[in-house]
């Protein structure tokens, strides 16, 4: 089945580590993206990348850190420079506006506690 | 960038029709409308996007009005499964630029009511 694998869905750190979170599809996209999640929030853009070897910062990037060396792959690290890690992981993929109906695909998420 | 405004919560019975609105009053001529849900603690899921025409797939039904500043997303019969959270997002769609995002906002949260 093609879809949207993120690991591990669980993740518990001790303040001050990095982290880091993955993402893979295989649903052939160009664009993958990351947000964030806090309790009764909406979703907060972090990284997007639009094609291999390339990525834009989101509206808080501050303290991650991403990499897109292969179309299926989009992981994120949350540094030690993040002030207030502790928050669900979504990342997402489209197919470049223009392909198909442009929809994002969501994987089921990373719960990160920073204990 | 706020681009859209929901309600923060509605309540619908169970069996009942939920219509939950949205307002985009500065939309621009070549974005869509887009409606998810998200269930508690998993990922959001596509429902429907529209242009300007009205319509309707095996989940849920998408109103636009004719001036296309506000939409509809009608889900014809809820049921408890349908307890979840509802986006509207505007965005630029197929044969748009690239680079223009999705923007969630905080959404409605709809509670279906036995």
């Known amino acids: 089945d093609g879809g949207i694998t993120q690991s591990p869905k669980y993740l518990f750190r001790k303040e001050g580590q990095n982290v880091t979170l993955s993402c893979e599809q295989n649903l052939n996209h160009d664009a993958m993206y990351w947000y964030r999640q806090d309790p009764g929030q909406g979703l907060r853009l972090i990284y997007y990348s639009q094609i291999v070897n390339d990525f834009q910062k989101g509206d808080i990037a501050e303290g991650y850190s991403v990499s897109r060396e292969k179309k299926e792959s989009f992981p994120l690290t949350v540094t030690s420079a993040q002030k207030n890690p502790t928050a669900f992981y979504l990342c997402a993929s489209s197919p470049i506006p223009g392909q198909e109906t442009g929809e994002l695909f969501f994987g089921e998420g990373s719960r990160l506690t920073v204990l | 960038d706020a681009k859209t405004t929901q309600p923060t919560s509605m309540d619908c019975a169970e069996g009942r029709a939920a219509n939950l609105p949205c307002n985009h009053s500065t939309i621009s001529g070549n974005e869509y409308v887009y409606w998810y849900r998200q269930i508690h603690s998993q990922g959001p899921q596509y429902i429907i996007h529209?242009?300007?025409n009205n319509e309707t797939n095996e989940m849920a039904s998408l109103i636009i009005t004719e001036d296309r500043k506000s939409s509809t997303l009608i889900l014809p019969h809820a049921t408890l499964r349908d307890t979840a959270v509802y986006y509207c997002?505007?965005?630029?769609?197929?044969?748009?630029?690239?680079?223009?995002?999705?923007?969630f906002g905080t959404g409605t949260s709809l509670t279906v009511i036995p």
């Open positions: 529209g242009l300007k």
């Open positions: 997002i505007v965005r630029v769609g197929p044969g748009g630029v690239t680079g223009n995002q999705f923007y």
